[in-house]
């Protein structure tokens, strides 16, 4: 079965860190980009984070620079999203992706797909940030 699964969501500070994971499984990972996604509460979607299939270049929203780090793992078929400083506005629902190509610098600066032509999607981890 061709699906994507994510893991790692929970209840986080204000400051703290999180790692979340999402797993390939019915096919292979390495073929495809992999990229992160949230649904904030308001149900509004934005693209977070993308990495080329082979690791060497990853781009994040603005939102997140400088604090969120995409990763991947081919031989485990495994994709990573590490965050840290976390801030109340970071909940989200997660959920990663696969697809043909990352959008382009300027549309995943704000947050945008455009571009990415999605395979596969997950159904989501729930990050929650609150004291």
């Known amino acids: 079965q061709v699906q994507l699964v994510e893991s790692g969501g929970a209840l986080v500070q204000p400051g703290g860190s999180l790692k979340i994971s999402c797993a390939a499984s019915?096919?292979?990972?390495?073929?495809?980009?992999v990229a992160w996604f949230r649904q904030l509460p308001n149900l509004e979607r934005e693209a977070v984070s993308c990495?080329?299939?082979?690791?060497?270049?990853?781009d994040y929203a603005d939102s997140v620079k400088g604090r969120f780090a995409i990763s991947r793992d081919n031989g485990r078929h495994m994709a990573y999203l590490q965050m840290n400083s976390l801030k109340p506005e970071d909940t989200a629902l997660y959920f990663c992706a696969v697809g043909e190509r990352c959008p382009p610098p300027a549309v995943l600066r704000v947050g945008g797909v455009r571009g990415f032509g999605g395979r596969v999607w997950g159904r989501g981890t729930q990050v929650t940030v609150s004291s």
């Open positions: 990495i080329e299939k082979n690791g060497a270049n990853a």
């Open positions: 019915g096919f292979s990972l390495e073929y495809y980009t």
